[in-house]
C-alpha cells in the first residue's frame, strides 16, 4: 500500500520551529524584568515566531496536514503564542 499524503504536508516538525523560538520569550520574560532593551529583543522574536506559525498556515493549505498529533502541536503553539502576545503587551 502507499500512502497518498503528499510527502510536504504539515507535521509536528512544522509547529516544533515556532514553539522552540518561543523559549527564548519565555525566558527573558521570566529572568529580567522586560527593560527596554528586553523587550525589543522579545517583540523581534516573537515577530520572528509569527513569520513560522505564518509559514505553517501556508503549508497546511497548499498540502494538508497529517494526522491529529499535527493539530495538537498546531493548538499548542497557537496557545502558547497568544500567551506570550498578552505577556508582552502588559
Known amino acids: 500500500m502507499s500512502d497518498t499524503t503528499h510527502p510536504r504536508t504539515a507535521t509536528e516538525g512544522t ?4 514553539l ?11 529572568l529580567t ?7 525589543i529583543v522579545s517583540w523581534i522574536l516573537f ?3 509569527v513569520i513560522l506559525v ?3 498556515w501556508v503549508t497546511v493549505f497548499r498540502h494538508g496536514m497529517r494526522g491529529s498529533s499535527a493539530w495538537g502541536m498546531c493548538v499548542l503553539v497557537h496557545a502558547a503564542l ?9
Open 54 to 56: 505564518t509559514a505553517g
Open 20 to 30: 522552540l523560538a518561543l523559549v527564548p520569550i519565555a525566558l527573558i520574560t521570566l
Open 33 to 39: 524584568e522586560l527593560s527596554t532593551p528586553w523587550l
Open 15 to 18: 509547529w516544533a520551529l515556532p
Open 82 to 90: 497568544v500567551w506570550k502576545l498578552i505577556s508582552l503587551a502588559r
Open 47 to 49: 515577530g520572528a515566531v
